[in-house]
């Protein structure tokens, strides 16, 4: 490699984004995909990495797990190379490392392994040249796998449910984030909760966003994710929202958050005037 190849590596080096919370059903998986989504169209190369043994963010993208021979499985216990699985999908600049099934003995098969905490970080880092983001999505737990996440990333980005019980679990997220900043990842930073599942009808959506504003302030995005009729549509046709209805609700408000991201990391390429989509709001619609 020249130095100036090799200057031009160390410079241009992907942001990893982990989406983490051991609570299920809070839309984490959804956020995943279209936040990677968002940032495709807006011309990032991004890598979707599926690390959770579910693999609903792969067949959201238009996969069948059923139908993935090598998976993100093999890389963490056989040592193959992402670049050697790495899959592109129907939108472009969005690739996929895809899951499987297998990837739940996974942690079982790792236990004995040395640094065994870090073998994503060592994975993903032969591959961060390579993208502008890498977003990874991981289950619903706090096992080996999302410590792993953890550790190979820059920002952890928390979806919270404007719903019951929202704050349930968030302190234990949050005391595992500062172990891995202790032990593992010093430079790990909360990239910021984002609340979905946003009903503007009931009073107790309300109620949970100023609670959850009030708690944490300033790590919470401006941007929020509302209950929407098309996010749900979406994965059973294998595509983001975007690519399904780009005019929906859910779609804008994915492509808002995305752009308050890049703004916060000072990365955007939207002219001052065009940083926002507007959003007109009516109360009976939920598309």
Excluded: W
């Excluded at 590596?9 to 992907?14: L, N, R, S, V």
């Excluded at 302190?171 to 500062?178: D, E, M, Q, Y």
């Excluded at 979406?234 to 929906?248: H, T």
Aim: net charge negative; with cysteine; charged share 25%.
């Amino acid at each position: 490699m020249t130095a100036k190849k090799k200057t031009e590596t160390q410079q241009h080096k992907a942001k990893i984004i982990t989406l983490a919370n051991q609570k299920g059903g809070v839309g984490k998986t959804t956020s995943a995909i279209n936040i990677a989504a968002s940032l495709a169209v807006l011309e990032f190369k991004t890598l979707l990495v599926d690390a959770d043994p579910q693999a609903n963010a792969t067949s959201g993208v238009g996969f069948d797990p059923k139908s993935i021979k090598t998976s993100i499985y093999e890389c963490l216990v056989n040592d193959v190379k992402i670049t050697d699985i790495v899959l592109e999908t129907e939108t472009p600049n969005l690739y996929l490392l895809p899951s499987h099934l297998d990837l739940v003995g996974a942690e079982i098969e790792l236990i004995n392994h040395p640094n065994r905490e870090k073998i994503f970080k060592n994975l993903l880092d032969e591959v961060r040249g390579d993208y502008d983001f890498i977003i990874i999505d991981c289950s619903p737990s706090l096992g080996l796998i999302t410590v792993n996440a953890l550790t190979a990333s820059d920002s952890v980005l928390i979806p919270v449910q404007c719903e019951y019980f929202a704050l349930e679990g968030l302190g234990k997220l949050l005391n595992t984030i500062k172990i891995v900043q202790n032990r593992l990842n010093p430079q790990l930073e909360i990239e910021g909760i984002v609340l979905t599942m946003f009903d503007p009808r009931l009073r107790l959506s309300n109620q949970v966003v100023e609670e959850i504003r009030r708690h944490f302030e300033n790590i919470v995005f401006e941007s929020i994710i509302h209950r929407n009729t098309r996010l749900g549509e979406a994965p059973s046709f294998g595509k983001p929202a975007i690519m399904y209805d780009a005019d929906s609700k859910g779609s804008i408000n994915y492509m808002n958050l995305v752009r308050e991201m890049l703004q916060r990391n000072n990365a955007t390429r939207i002219p001052e005037s065009d940083k926002r989509f507007n959003l007109v709001e009516d109360p009976a619609s939920n598309n």
